[in-house]
């Protein structure tokens, strides 16, 4: 019997050119010379044909295309490449991500990964434990990131609750209005906040309002400020009036592995999100939808002969189809596996409190500094400032300049009625000096915009 030259030599095949696109992503990075490429989206100039009659051979097109993939990278390694939940990626969890791409499980029947399904069903498990403690049967889904995870939590809700109006704050993650969309729903309720947090009473006179079952949505960990909703308020609401809660945790789910720092406990939540490609340190994707009682994810059961024959799965085959969406699935949950047994959960808590810290670091700076004003005190790691006594066309134009001389990428937030930048700040090793340059430069612009 002959086996694949491809199957024995995969990984001896890959070792050179990962050497090859390494380089390569150095030399770009050194030609960038900074977060973003300068120049704007028409500095970065046309490619080749990109469906060519013939090719150029693996290592040219590496050398080729990776070169102008890095120069021409917004890349979250640099400190000032702050303006989104978009975090460097841990190098011992890419290298887990190469592993992935090199075997290729596919996580849709037990026949494509054997052994990638069982450590897939160790950590998500070992996650779902972690956010439930005191539940008797917790499990996790791996899914996309936040976006999957909200969608998820929502179809579940509906598939428990029935047609359920979805009741969150205007803070919440645009992905909530359309995960409603997407599941045939009405529009979600939005509650008021005030300092970008779900205000109780708002959410109780909404719910006393909603005609049939509800599902509210609580955050934390805000996309614009990384403020955390008051949990056991929203709890108890969602309590009295019977209706499913989930919890978009996608950012501050990181603080379950602080020790410095608590996540509010999660016990009362019927599903929650949580996104370890923020404050995790993931390449993207690497989401969790975490259910506090496993019997709710019977409704995403489904067949299909191929996959998971009914004789299959009673000779001792794990159906792995109702564990997503999705049909073929990357083993996702490796590298957070290789992550977690790397640095422990404490390692990665001490990257969320520098981050943390580095934060608040930055806010007093900028609340010190003559030029500046700051939104208000961190809740995680994003800072919220603007030039004072500046319009909003002003900083935006600002922010927008930054980006096309590819000397910073800072976020923007709309917040209060005013316009504001906003540093999402993930990187495990920058310290609040990294920033006050930066801050000097925005204030500088400003004036010299003025
Ligand atoms: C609070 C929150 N929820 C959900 C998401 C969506 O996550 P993803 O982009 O991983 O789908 C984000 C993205 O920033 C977010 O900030």
């Known amino acids: 019997m002959t086996r694949s030259p491809a199957a024995l030599a995969a990984a001896d095949a890959v070792r050179p050119l990962v050497a090859i696109a390494l380089d390569a992503v150095a030399a770009g990075a050194a030609a960038r010379g900074g977060p973003l490429p300068p120049g704007g989206p028409g500095g970065l100039g046309a490619g080749a044909d990109p469906v060519p009659e013939r090719g150029v051979g693996a290592e040219a097109a590496l050398r080729a295309l990776v070169a102008r993939f890095a120069a021409g990278a917004a890349d979250p390694a640099d400190p000032w490449c702050a303006a989104h939940l978009h975090c460097p990626p841990l190098a011992v969890a890419a290298a887990a991500d190469l592993v992935a791409s090199v075997l290729n499980p596919s996580m849709d029947s037990w026949d494509q990964a054997p052994a990638a399904s ?41 598939e428990s609750r029935g047609r359920v109006t979805v009741v969150c704050g205007r803070n919440a993650h645009h992905s909530v209005t359309r995960a409603a969309w997407l599941l045939g729903l009405p529009a979600p309720v939005p509650v008021d906040c005030a300092g970008d947090r779900v205000d109780p009473a708002s959410l109780a006179a909404v719910l006393a309002r909603v005609d049939g079952p509800a599902a509210v949505v609580a955050t934390l960990g805000t996309t614009n400020t990384g403020a955390l909703d008051p949990l056991p308020e929203i709890e ?36 929650v999100a949580l996104d370890l490609h923020k404050f995790g340190w993931q390449p993207i994707a690497a989401g969790l939808l975490v259910c506090r009682d496993a019997g709710v994810l019977r409704a995403l059961h489904t067949t299909a002969d191929y996959l998971s024959a009914d004789d299959d799965t009673e000779a001792g085959l794990p159906d792995l189809l109702g564990r997503s969406l999705r049909t073929s699935r990357r083993p996702d949950a490796f590298k957070i596996a290789v992550t977690l047994r790397a640095l422990g959960r404490a390692g990665i808590g001490e990257l969320v409190d520098h981050c943390c810290d580095t934060a608040a670091g930055v806010a007093a700076a900028a609340r010190a500094h003559p030029a500046l004003r700051v939104w208000g005190e961190p809740s995680l790691s994003t800072v919220l400032f603007r030039p004072a006594d500046t319009p909003d066309a002003v900083v935006a134009q600002v922010r927008r300049d930054l980006l096309r001389s590819g000397r910073a990428v800072v976020g923007r937030a709309d917040l209060d009625g005013e316009l504001w930048l906003k540093l999402t700040i993930l990187h495990p090793h920058a310290t609040a000096e990294t920033y006050a340059p930066l801050l000097d430069l925005v204030a500088d612009a400003a004036r010299r915009a003025a």
């Open 236 to 271: 108890a609401a969602a309590v009295a009036a019977g209706a499913w809660l989930h919890v978009d945790a996608a950012y501050a789910g990181g603080l379950l592995f602080s020790g410095r720092r608590a996540l509010p406990s999660l016990a009362r939540a019927d599903s």
């Open 118 to 158: 069982e450590l897939e069903a160790e950590l998500t498990r070992g996650i779902a434990r972690l956010c439930h403690p005191g539940a008797a049967a917790p499990d996790a889904l791996v899914t996309t990131g936040g976006t999957e995870s909200n969608l998820l939590g929502l179809l579940l809700a509906r």
